[in-house]
């Protein structure tokens, strides 16, 4: 029987194994297997859609302003902590309004260094670093969950601090990001239940990068097909619904990352 910290420590990822590999849960927790989430439950009509590093406070308000219209959509922002850093110093305030406004932030490293080239020791450090950063930009220390790693390097000094942690290691299913918008408009419509897309916050048609104003015009598509905007928690209740038959369980925000419905 696993306890509420075991499953947060734990049971959050090796659930995960559970989930997206051949391994069942008992396996996964003696192993304490830490593999990626690429997408979630394919039986809702829910999607995260992501994006990594945060650089341009611009972007991150013009992002924020997309969703005036969609309420009930949120973002997750996968975040450099040198450029929360900068956002911070160029806008001050950008990332408590987009805290306040429901969205959830993930781990990208504090300098954007491939895992690759880290040790346990510097991962470890590394995040305890960008954590104390975006403690200090929100005034508080939320609640963070997932971890993506830059250049989806899913290397073993990585996956050791997801597992210190208790992170979740993020991937992704699809992206929208091309070189025009009409491209980033079909990629879009390849979109399937549970996705985890993978955008980044860069507007330079100089280098093929419209993520901005593919966002704007794929938003008003999803929700067209019936789609929701949800965050990578809000995605992971989804697979712990599906998975724990947790109906009646308190499966809100945060919730299920604390409560398994196990104990």
């Not at 900068?86 to 806008?91: C, K, L, S, Y």
Request: hydrophobic share 40%; glycine share 6%; with cysteine.
């Amino acid at each position: 029987m696993l306890s509420r910290r075991d499953f947060l420590k734990l049971g959050g990822a090796a659930f995960l194994a559970a989930t997206f590999s051949n391994l069942d849960l008992a396996e996964a927790v003696s192993t304490q297997a830490l593999p990626p989430i690429y997408h979630g439950s394919r039986f809702y009509p829910r999607i995260a859609m992501t994006f990594d590093d945060c650089w341009h406070p611009e972007v991150l308000v013009q992002l924020n302003d997309m969703l005036t219209p969609y309420p009930d959509f949120h973002f997750t922002f996968f975040a450099v902590g040198d450029a929360m850093v900068i956002d911070e110093t160029v806008r001050p305030g950008v990332w408590k309004q987009l805290f306040e406004r429901g969205h959830e932030i993930g781990y990208h490293t504090m300098h954007h260094f491939d895992p690759i080239v880290m040790s346990s020791k510097q991962m470890v450090a590394d995040f305890d670093e960008w954590m104390n950063t975006v403690q200090h930009i929100l005034g508080f220390k939320p609640e963070v969950h997932f971890a993506r790693p830059p250049g989806d390097d899913f290397t073993a000094s990585f996956q050791t601090l997801c597992r210190e942690r208790g992170l979740v290691p993020t991937l992704f299913s699809i992206g929208y990001e091309a070189p025009n918008i009409d491209d980033g408009l079909l990629n879009a419509s390849h979109t399937q239940n549970g996705d985890i897309v993978q955008m980044h916050t860069y507007e330079d048609p100089n280098n093929n990068r419209l993520d901005v104003s593919i966002t704007a015009k794929v938003l008003p598509y999803l929700a067209g097909q019936g789609f929701k905007l949800v965050t990578m928690t809000e995605l992971y209740n989804d697979v712990l619904r599906e998975q724990n038959s947790s109906n009646g369980c308190n499966v809100g925000t945060g919730e299920s990352l604390t409560r398994s419905c196990l104990d």
